[in-house]
């Protein structure tokens, strides 16, 4: 007997995948989505049950219409009295409302409701943040400062006026005045004056997916953005020339499609790392004469890390040397199973080229959208988010703003991160002006006082002097989360969290020189999850830290362990910047032994190392008795004579040990700085090339506490 799926069902009885899922679940039918297959009978079964629906609803329709004839002219009797008393039934149910928001606001923030309580009857109860200067503290308390410093030089704390002091120690010595004290917990200015809040289910509506393209270079990422434009966006439409804002919109079947238009995991990644979560799916290109590569499995990673569906373009099919077959038996071995593999991951044949299989493609998409069940409510004042911004010499600052819930209009006060405005005009994606943008539109606005960054919220605010409040509120907070960021989770404070019950999961990637270190690796720190924590490895790949992997693990909150390899230091730079924390290993029983205590509590460290600087192998030379010396230039810190030093080869690792020789010119030398050549030779060592990085490094003691 031969089969149907679920999705090709659908279509043909013109129904949602979901409806005809419900249906079939309801007829004892076992189907997992719409990629399932059912047979024929069954489906005979589904189609004519679903006509006795049809029928049935017919009637009833009938019968209901009957009724409101028959009601019709009763009601508008009635209309007249009802008005009058529907106006103050709302204003009571807006009342009740604004209350229940109130109390589920008091709920989110201990500090609004109690503040709000401080202002209004408790004249001995403070609020203060994490730190508080000692000359607010002392008007906070109304006491002179003097008196206050004195009280703190008696607990020990030496301070002056115009320094801060913990939270603790305020707490300590208000109590001594008999005043209470609490700490506000911050929360976002936007959500403190309610610009956003969740939505009444009854009030979404369907709204277009957005899409991101992933792939390897050169896979053919812009090239299938490309087309797409000319299948599905001027089709039609005389002069319609897309303009770049960074997004665009597709038309299939009637229905829109929003492409971000900045190919590549990276950008994804990076708008997630600050927080925002945009695309619902990605679109992963995998060229059908190159097959799985490693930036294919970064972007699969990177994707499931964010939960986000995938469907796979198998592109250039038109080449002679096109593989499918390899591609979808790669894919599979890296976890990506394809229907025809009996998997659930759609993928479609093209080749951007000659604009085949674009429309199947785009197909899919939607199919895969009504899966999700995306919605948003149009009738509320937008938010958004920055896709990209920058200053035109005409119009000024121009940003583009991805409308996620309600309509944006032209005049709406805006706030964005500590920048606000009014949306003086608006562009779509074809550089057409237009004067409102629902959900899932990718817009143009000027307007804004200052340029805001990719990954910034947008809110529209009720009118302009709260904009502006707010930007001003959210620059001061902004200027304090810079002075006490928080950090990504490391080894170090693992436990602690885990028993503050912070962390249930430990996301851990893995970049390492060879695939036999990544394996060993992955199976034995999979291996320590236990009842409290789960260990994940949301990444593992051959090759050195990226700069992508810095950004997935700022996204994710993970750790990311090296085996053999080093980061560049513009990869280093990144990591301190996100706060992301690495280390790297050449001994795979030290990095499980290290996770493994960490995971315990166990993890003591004693010995910490110190990088002392990097020296880049300018030349080298064969030195009779001697063996190669290397002529290196100190790109950054320093080289000690006495220091550890490791060659580093493309970002890998491939020799640890010491230096024998440190000199300038013929002398013999102690320490050379940064800027300076100087000839080294390493201990036991000579395969030292040109362009290989030496980094030298010491061991320290870390001091008992
Ligand atoms: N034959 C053939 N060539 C293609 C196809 N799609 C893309 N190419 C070629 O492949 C090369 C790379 O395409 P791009 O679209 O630039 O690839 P990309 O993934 O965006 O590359 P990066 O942005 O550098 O990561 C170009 O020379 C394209 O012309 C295709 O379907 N068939």
């Avoid at 949301?538 to 085996?563: P, V």
């Avoid at 064969?622 to 006495?642: A, F, H, S, T, W």
């Avoid at 024998?660 to 201990?683: M, W």
């Amino acid at each position: 007997m031969s089969k149907i799926r679920v999705y090709q069902l659908a279509k043909k009885m013109e129904i949602s995948s979901k409806e005809l899922i419900d249906k079939l679940l309801e007829l004892g039918i076992d189907v997992h989505n719409h990629m399932s297959s059912i047979e024929d009978g069954d489906a005979l079964i589904v189609e004519e049950y679903l006509a006795e629906d049809k029928v049935q609803d017919e009637e009833v329709v009938e019968e209901i219409d009957k009724n409101d004839k028959s009601k019709e002219s009763l009601v508008d009797t009635f209309n007249a009295l009802e008005d009058q008393e529907d106006v103050v039934s709302e204003r009571k149910a807006n009342k009740k409302n604004r209350k229940k928001k109130k109390n589920a606001g008091n709920k989110r923030s201990k500090f609004k409701g109690e503040n709000e309580l401080v202002e209004s009857t408790n004249s001995e109860e403070i609020m203060i943040g994490d730190t508080i200067l000692v000359s607010d503290f002392a008007s906070k308390l109304n006491k002179s400062p003097a008196e206050i410093i004195m009280k703190l030089m008696n607990l020990g704390v030496m301070a002056t006026l115009n320094q801060d002091i913990d939270f603790a120690v305020a707490k300590t010595l208000a109590e001594d005045y008999g005043v209470e004290i609490n700490q506000e917990v911050r929360i976002d200015a936007a959500e403190r004056f309610d610009l956003d809040f969740e939505d009444d289910p009854k009030d979404l509506l369907p709204r277009a997916p957005i899409v991101t393209v992933m792939g390897h270079v050169d896979h053919g990422k812009t090239s299938l953005l490309d087309a797409i434009r000319d299948t599905a966006v001027t089709t039609g439409e005389a002069g319609g020339i897309t303009q770049h804002i960074g997004a665009s919109e597709a038309i299939i079947n009637d229905q829109k499609i929003v492409f971000l238009d900045t190919p590549g995991h990276e950008a994804f990644t990076s708008l997630r790392a600050r927080g925002t979560k945009v695309t619902d799916i990605a679109i992963l290109v995998v060229a059908a004469d190159d097959g799985v590569m490693p930036q294919t499995i970064e972007a699969i990673d990177h994707a499931k890390a964010a939960g986000v569906p995938i469907i796979i373009a198998i592109n250039k099919i038109d080449k002679p040397n096109a593989n499918q077959d390899r591609v979808k038996q790669e894919l599979s071995e890296k976890g990506v199973l394809i229907e025809e593999w009996g998997g659930d991951v759609i993928s479609v044949p093209v080749s951007a080229k000659n604009r085949e299989g674009i429309e199947q493609l785009l197909e899919m998409v939607l199919l895969v959208s009504e899966m999700l069940e995306l919605k948003a409510n149009p009738n509320r004042k937008a938010v958004g988010t920055i896709i990209e911004a920058k200053t035109d010499v005409g119009k000024g600052t121009v940003a583009t703003v991805l409308v996620e819930k309600g309509t944006l209009n032209i005049g709406d006060p805006v706030v964005v991160g500590s920048t606000y405005g009014r949306v003086r005009a608006m562009y779509n994606f074809k550089g057409k002006k237009i004067k409102l943008a629902g959900p899932a539109t990718a817009v143009e606005v000027t307007g804004l006082n200052d340029i805001p960054q990719a990954g910034d919220r947008f809110y529209v605010a009720n009118d302009d002097k709260q904009a502006r409040l707010i930007a001003e509120k959210r620059q001061i907070e902004l200027r304090e989360e810079n002075l006490n960021e928080t950090k990504h989770i490391s080894l170090e404070d693992l436990f602690d969290k885990i028993k503050e019950g912070e962390l249930k999961e430990l996301n851990i990637i893995i970049k390492a020189d060879v695939h036999g270190s990544i394996e060993a690796l992955k199976g034995s720190l999979l291996k320590l999850s236990n009842e409290e924590v789960k260990v994940n490895i949301i990444h593992a790949n051959i090759g050195t830290i990226t700069e992508s992997d810095i950004l997935l693990a700022s996204a994710s909150n993970a750790i990311i362990l090296g085996f053999n390899v080093r980061p560049s230091s513009a990869v280093q730079r990144k990591a301190e910047k996100e706060k992301v924390n690495y280390k790297t290993y050449q001994i795979i029983y030290e990095a499980i032994k290290d996770v493994q205590e960490a995971l315990t509590g166990m993890l003591d460290p004693v010995f910490r190392e110190v990088v002392l600087g990097k020296i880049q192998v300018r030349e080298t030379f064969k030195v009779p008795n001697i063996g190669v010396i290397c002529g290196g230039y100190v790109l950054e810190g320093k080289v000690v004579r006495n220091a550890n030093v490791r060659i580093v080869r493309d970002g890998i690792i491939i020799h640890d040990g010491k230096i024998s020789s440190l000199r300038r010119f013929k002398d013999d030398v102690k320490e050379v700085a940064t800027g300076y050549e100087c000839g080294i030779g390493i201990e036991k060592y000579n395969d030292i090339k040109i362009n290989d990085e030496i980094e030298a490094y010491i061991i320290e003691e870390i001091p008992r506490k």
